[in-house]
């Protein structure tokens, strides 16, 4: 347990343990939220916000509520906040970060989101639940995009 708890926290850099607020809504029993998210959060003691579910307001209320900086999603809920009418009655601006996975993003949709959302990056994960946590990603730190088709 411990050398997998170690490999989340290292390999999990969007962090800043004393000011990112992670919203979570994926289901615990997939490893991309178990780990990711609940773990993570509650070995490095990173704030957490859990809803029951995703459902359109009630996520945007919490990260304007929380100041939600950060959160892990898949690609059918990007295609909602890109086609959302509540996404501009809302201050979204602490939501500095995404990471998808579980499912390809295509690049055109990442951009879309990201032209609605200017403070959020998407980054993209690829992995294996078999291998419990994400295999590879773009590193959010030091880019203004995280698709691999822009470096």
């Not at 996975?101 to 078999?130: F, M, T």
Request: hydrophobic content about 40%; aromatic content about 8%.
């Amino acid at each position: 347990m411990t050398s997998q708890l170690q490999a989340i926290n290292t390999v999990y850099e969007p962090n800043d343990i004393k000011k990112d607020v992670h919203l979570t809504f994926l289901p615990f029993s997939h490893m991309y939220a178990l780990t990711l998210d609940v773990v993570h959060c509650l070995t490095t003691g990173t704030t957490m916000v859990i809803l029951p579910r995703f459902e359109e307001k009630n996520v945007l209320e919490a990260i304007q509520k929380y100041k939600v900086t950060w959160s892990l999603v898949v690609p059918p809920i990007l295609i909602i906040l890109r086609e959302s009418k509540l996404l501009d009655k809302y201050d979204l601006t602490t939501w500095k970060g995404m990471m998808s996975a579980a499912a390809p993003l295509g690049d055109d949709l990442a951009k879309s989101v990201e032209k609605r959302l200017p403070n959020c990056r998407i980054v993209q994960a690829y992995g294996e639940s078999n291998q419990t946590t994400k295999l590879m990603y773009r590193s959010h730190r030091n880019y203004t995009s995280y698709h691999l088709d822009d470096h």
